[in-house]
């Protein structure tokens, strides 16, 4: 287990209300990644954090924001939620050197009406 | 810029059956990584593989199989005997630079659903 937990893991939300996740790792990863995913359209990222409280954007980041004030936490949040945000969010950290790679949360699935 | 096409948006085989699922990718980089992830019905991403551009060798896995061929940018994938445990969504990934940075991003495809029918 690479010690990624996603929190919450369901939430609805209505309209133009903000939100937060939380994605938290217990091993110390310098790189963590903020994914959502939508059908049709694979994984996108949202942003992205190279360490602490340094973060920069992927490609599907308008509309939202993200902090990473300590290394084992990265959040995301939504200022004002519109319905086009509803969709299945992924946290990820990666590994480098000898076990390279990305490992994912488990997910959090948000619904905004 | 890095790219990864998965043309096949849908397969449907029924059991035991071999199938094949594609990935092309684009890179500029002469070090990449690619990567096959699978996303079950559960919703979790399970780590299957990942080859570095060096390393074009074919790896072969109980019934899992992957094709890597620079020659043609493709890292294929092939279950052999596919079973129902097998449908899930499978996607492809890629990774440019080395194993200590690099490129701080995982692109991905758009995902290929495979549904085994017993």
């Known amino acids: 287990d690479a010690g990624i937990t996603q929190s919450p893991r369901h939430k609805v939300t209505e309209t133009g209300t903000p939100v937060t996740l939380r994605c938290h790792q217990t091993e110390n990863h310098r790189y963590m990644y903020w994914y959502r995913q939508d059908p049709g359209h694979g994984l996108r990222l949202i942003h992205y954090?190279?360490?602490?409280?340094?973060?920069d954007k992927g490609e599907v980041s308008d509309g939202y924001s993200v902090s990473r004030s300590k290394t084992e936490d990265f959040l995301l949040t939504l200022e004002s939620a519109t319905s086009s945000q509803t969709s299945v969010y992924f946290c990820a950290i990666k590994s480098t050197g000898i076990n390279y790679g990305y490992t994912f949360g488990s997910g959090t699935r948000l619904t905004v009406v | 810029a890095q790219k990864v096409t998965q043309a096949q948006t849908e397969i449907s085989v029924v059991e035991k059956e071999d199938v094949t699922l594609d990935c092309v990718y684009e890179t500029r980089d002469t070090t990449y990584y690619l990567f096959w992830y699978k996303q079950p019905p559960s919703g979790e991403l399970v780590f299957l593989i990942r080859?570095?551009?060096?390393?074009?060798q074919n790896e072969i896995s109980g019934r899992y199989s992957w094709n890597f061929q620079k020659s043609t940018s493709s890292f294929n994938f092939t279950i052999t005997a596919s079973q129902v445990v097998d449908s899930a969504v499978y996607f492809c990934a890629l990774s440019e630079g080395g194993s200590q940075g690099g490129s701080e991003k995982l692109v991905f495809g758009k995902g290929t659903k495979l549904t085994v029918n017993p």
């Open positions: 954090s190279y360490g602490v409280k340094d973060t």
């Open positions: 080859r570095n551009s060096f390393d074009e």
